[in-house]
């Protein structure tokens, strides 16, 4: 639910999904948890928790790259660290480039995201995004000092 329909990037309000997808996912499968609510004069079912159906891929995943991040974080203090990006780079794996002290980042097929840009593009309704690279590509992120050298490949 935008805040404001006509201007999708002012962000949202909240998530939701319809009655049968609710009907689906959260009653059948209990994949989420969601509270009743009107939007538009339609009522819709506003997410509060999603749950997940996978083993293993829940808080013992978190628990994992919570650790990988810690000991990043520690090791700052102690030694020269320094992330290589040769690859699209997302979630837990984009945050540990930010724990280190010196990025280098490959210039094409190597953007560092949160997440992809379908998804932000299907979470606000709107196609502003084309690739990945407009959100964590080597411009934006050298650019804005995340990286701090590009190159064309990791043997030069």
Same mark, same amino acid.
């Given at each position: 639910a935008f805040k404001d329909p006509s201007s /999708?990037?002012?962000g949202a309000d909240f998530l939701y999904v319809n009655k049968s997808d609710y009907e689906r996912l959260g009653v059948s499968r209990k994949d =989420? @948890?969601?509270e009743a609510t009107t939007l538009n004069g339609q009522e819709v079912f506003k997410i509060t928790d999603i749950i997940g159906s996978e083993p293993d891929l829940g808080v013992e995943n978190l628990k994992g790259s919570g650790l990988i991040a810690g000991e990043t974080s520690s090791a700052y203090d102690d030694i020269f660290t320094?992330? =290589?990006v =040769?690859?699209?780079?997302?979630? @837990?794996?984009?945050?540990?480039?930010?724990l280190g002290q010196r990025t280098i980042q490959k210039t094409t097929s190597s953007p560092i995201i949160l997440t992809g840009y379908q998804a932000l593009n299907k979470l606000m309704g709107v196609d502003v995004y084309s690739t990945n690279d407009q959100l964590g590509? /080597?411009?934006i992120m050298y650019n804005n000092?995340?990286?701090h050298i590009t190159n064309n490949d990791h043997l030069s």
């Open positions: /999708p990037e002012s =989420l @948890i969601a320094l992330t =290589l =040769l690859g699209r780079t997302v979630g @837990i794996g984009a945050y540990l480039v930010r590509g /080597p411009a000092g995340i990286s």
